[in-house]
């Protein structure tokens, strides 16, 4: 079974950086896909950004620019530095991770982006 750790979230002033992590573990012979996604009150969980194992990137068009995704395959982790963050921004965050025949979820962290 595999479980994911997510650290790094918070509140912040718009304008303000923060840097997720989501770490696996757990019996893991191979990752493919690696994601963040998003859910903000009231929404549907929607796509942030992917990173695929050869480290191609996908970003949602709202967070083009700003977010940056990055995997270390060695730590099993992946990352979401997250820059000139706005209120648009405030959302709980969840990883995702897609190994050969799974595909496991984060618990969710809440990232508040407020003065």
């Known amino acids: 079974q595999v479980q994911l750790v997510e650290s790094g979230g918070g509140l912040v002033q718009p304008g303000g950086s923060l840097r997720l992590s989501c770490a696996a573990s757990?019996?893991?012979?191979?990752?493919?896909?690696m994601g963040w996604y998003r859910q903000a009150p009231g929404k549907q969980r929607e796509l942030v950004a992917t990173?695929?194992?050869?480290?191609?990137?996908n970003y949602a068009d709202s967070v083009k620019g700003r977010f940056t995704i990055s995997r270390d395959n060695a730590k099993k982790a992946v990352y979401l530095q997250m820059n000139s963050l706005t209120r648009e921004d405030t959302a709980v965050y969840y990883c995702?991770?897609?190994?050969?025949?799974?595909?496991?979820w984060g618990q969710g962290i809440q990232v508040t982006v407020s003065s």
């Open positions: 995702n991770i897609v190994g050969l025949s799974w595909s496991s």
């Open positions: 757990g019996t893991i012979v191979s990752i493919n896909d």
């Open positions: 990173i695929t194992k050869v480290r191609r990137t």
